[in-house]
Nanobody, 121 residues
Framework: QVQLVESGGGLVQAGGSLRLSCAAS??????IGWFRQGPSKEREFVAG????????YYADGVKGRFTISENNARNTVYLQLNTLEPTDTAVYYC????????????????WGQGTQVTVSA
């Protein structure tokens, strides 16, 4: 069984930074993805990482601003958010699946509870 717990969200001014963490337990997955859901918006892919080869994936709108990484113990995945914009305001979720990263939320079997990121202008 996989458990995912996000942390690190908060309120930040535009141009600021945050680091989100996703603590993962259970080893029946091969990829972790970060998704976000803004007010009245559908859940969208932000970034993903494969456990086995550490290959990373990013949505076009966050490339160069966000960085996904994992710790050496491979039990925590981080999402570094830099140069934040008000349009980045959303609840951010991490999710796990037993295969390599995809960008489709329905492909992920396990989800955390989410952490709120609010960017003020």
């Amino acid at each position: 069984q996989v458990q995912l717990v996000e942390s690190g969200g908060g309120l930040v001014q535009a141009g600021g930074s945050l680091r989100l963490s996703c603590a993962a337990s259970g080893r029946t997955f091969k990829a972790i993805g970060w998704f976000r859901q803004g007010p009245s918006k559908e859940r969208e892919f932000v970034a993903g990482i494969n456990w086995n080869d550490a290959r990373t994936y990013y949505a076009d709108g966050v490339k160069g601003r966000f960085t996904i990484s994992e710790n050496n113990a491979r039990n925590t995945v981080y999402l570094q958010l830099n140069t934040l914009e008000p349009t980045d305001t959303a609840v951010y979720y991490c999710a796990a699946r037993p295969f390599i990263t995809t960008t489709t939320p329905i492909d992920y079997n396990y989800w955390g509870q989410g952490t709120q990121v609010t960017v003020s202008a």
